[in-house]
Structures are given as structure tokens and as C-alpha cells.
T-cell receptor
Framework: DQQVKQNSPSLSVQEGRISILNCDYTNSMFDYFLWYKKYPAEGPTFLISISSIKDKNEDGRFTVFLNKSAKHLSLHIVPSQPGDSAVYFC??????????????FGQGTILTVHP | DTGVSQDPRHKITKRGQNVTFRCDPISEHNRLYWYRQTLGQGPEFLTY????????KSRLLSDRFSAERPKGSFSTLEIQRTEQGDSAMYLC??????????????FGDGTRLSIL
């Protein structure tokens, strides 16, 4: 079963506008969420994260919003730049157990920012 | 480069052959994970080491898969009798020591396995 879902396979945005990437999860045990960015032929790189005790976290042009009741999070990129074009993965982590820090990933969304 | 290093970057082999991948984590990182990523999907957890101890294995890791981290430094992932379905990108992740579980996770660039 897909516990973390990114229902939009792709998103196309004009440079300077806002990019909004969405992610839904089903496992109520998830309490830490991350966004990763991936370029072709490279491993994912960490972008931003949020703990379940917060509903918003900002880092420069990137903001992540968490709606626990809806089990939904989103990543906002403002303003979008052509260099942001990549695959974005949402990931979640649950506390406890022996799999310390194990991540469950969504399928990814391909973001294309046009000049 | 002091990042996570994976070798080889690409492996092409015939079905039924055995393959072994190596991961060198960032020095002093005590936690190491292996993930598998197939086309159009996100990475899926395979197994986790804390130092040399393998603490969890996913049900995705069939009996044909074995992973080791003998001295708590580098790790190897071996696949025996490869099948078409094993074609994927195999990613290694290391994280530093720390009290919080949400320590930064550093991905390698992966080994792409292609089964002919």
C-alpha cells in the first residue's frame, strides 16, 4: 500500500511564479516529513523538513505546510527559478521501532520551470 | 569528495548472475540505509545498519538479497541469481550520530542495475 502519495506526476510553472507541490499520507504514525529534490543521475538531496508539532516551516524560497487533520503537506517555492526544475519527493518518518530514521517516499513530482 | 560514495555507478548483467554493490558512507556516520528506486517510483527502504548491526530488513529484501557492514564502515549489497525485476537504482544513505532520529540524511548517487 502506498502510504505516501504524490498524485501529480508533473507540474509546469513559469519562472517567477509560485510552484506548489502536494503530498498526502495515510499512516497516522508519521510525525516527521521531508522534501527531497533529485536531478537526473544524482541521488536525492534534502530540501526542507517539518515536524508534526508545527504547521509551517520556511527556508528562503521554500516553505512547507502541514495539515495533520487532512494528512496533507505541500511545498511552496516562491519565486520559482529554472534551476528548480527537478523531481521532488515527499518523504515521511515514524517515531519508535528499530528502523531509526527510515523514510517512506512518495512517487515524486517532476517540476519544470520555464524561463 | 567527502559525500556518500557508491560503486559501481552502473552495472549491466545477465539474468541469473550475482552482483555486488558497495557503499562508502561519510566518515563517522554510524547509520546506513539501502533503498531501491524503480522507474516512476520513489525510493523504497530495503535495510538499515547501526554500526555493524543490521537492525531491520524490509520484506522487499528476498532471500536472494544480503547486505553486510562488517566493520561498521562500508557496506555491501549482494543480489544472487538476479531477475528482471531487480532492475532498479540502488541508493545508499548515511546519517551521523546524534540523539535525534531526524539527523540529516545523505544520499549517494546510486548504482543503476540493468538485467538483460
Amino acid at each position: 500500500d502506498q502510504q505516501v502519495k504524490q498524485n501529480s506526476p508533473s507540474l509546469s510553472v513559469q519562472e517567477g511564479r509560485i510552484s506548489i507541490l502536494n503530498c498526502d499520507y495515510t499512516n497516522s504514525m508519521f510525525d516527521y516529513f521531508l522534501w527531497y529534490k533529485k536531478y537526473p543521475a544524482e541521488g536525492p538531496t534534502f530540501l526542507i523538513s517539518i515536524s508534526s508539532i508545527k504547521d509551517k516551516n520556511e527556508d528562503g524560497r521554500f516553505t512547507v505546510f502541514l495539515n495533520k487533520s487532512a494528512k496533507h503537506l505541500s511545498l511552496h517555492i516562491v519565486p520559482s527559478q529554472p534551476g528548480d526544475s527537478a523531481v521532488y519527493f515527499c518523504a515521511a518518518s515514524a517515531g519508535g521501532g528499530t528502523s531509526y530514521g527510515k523514510l517512506t517516499f512518495g512517487q515524486g513530482t517532476i517540476l519544470t520551470v520555464h524561463p | 569528495d567527502t559525500g556518500v560514495s557508491q560503486d559501481p555507478r552502473h552495472k549491466i548483467t545477465k539474468r541469473g548472475q550475482n552482483v555486488t554493490f558497495r557503499c562508502d558512507p561519510i566518515s563517522e556516520h554510524n547509520r546506513l540505509y539501502w533503498y531501491r528506486q524503480t522507474l516512476g517510483q520513489g525510493p523504497e527502504f530495503l535495510t538499515y545498519f547501526q554500526n555493524e548491526a543490521q537492525l531491520e530488513k524490509s520484506r522487499l529484501l528476498s532471500d536472494r538479497f544480503s547486505a553486510e557492514r562488517p566493520k561498521g564502515s562500508f557496506s555491501t549489497l549482494e543480489i544472487q541469481r538476479t531477475e528482471q525485476g531487480d532492475s532498479a537504482m540502488y541508493l545508499c544513505v548515511s546519517t551521523p550520530r546524534g540523539r535525534g532520529r531526524n539527523q540529516p540524511q545523505h544520499f549517494g548517487d546510486g548504482t543503476r542495475l540493468s538485467i538483460l
